[in-house]
Nanobody, 127 residues
């Protein structure tokens, strides 16, 4: 089991920045892959960011160059710095995780089912 605790959402004007944070709490002794997704009501869920290997993150096309993910593997945490926010970034942002066994491979990135989801944190960007 995994419990995901998200923080950092809010309302900002376009062009501003926000940072989202997620920490995973689990008794699993193996590895964990974590990611950020977002969803607007009535729309398909969109992958935002995840690490595919140490130090290498992959991003959804709509956020590349503006969002930066960072991770602390010791704390099972994943943060997302969102710069140059646009009104179209308005969504509920969800932290997701999946548990992995050796060889601890997260290379499938965002194109993979994540079995655990946080409650979500709302990000609203006004023009």
């Amino acid at each position: 089991q995994v419990r995901l605790v998200e923080s950092g959402g809010g309302s900002v004007e376009a062009g501003r920045s926000l940072t989202l944070s997620c920490e995973a709490f689990t008794s699993h002794s193996g590895g964990i892959c974590m990611a950020w997704f977002r969803q607007v009501p009535g729309m398909k869920r969109e992958g935002v960011a995840t690490f595919v290997r140490d130090g290498i993150a992959t991003y959804g096309d709509s956020v590349k160059g503006r969002f930066t993910a960072s991770q602390d593997k010791a704390r099972n945490s994943l943060s997302l710095l969102m710069d140059s926010l646009k009104p179209e970034d308005t969504a509920m942002y969800y932290c997701a995780a999946r548990l992995i066994e050796p060889p601890y491979d997260c290379s499938s990135g965002l194109n993979r089912d994540f079995g655990y989801w946080g409650q979500g944190t709302q990000v609203t960007v006004s023009s």
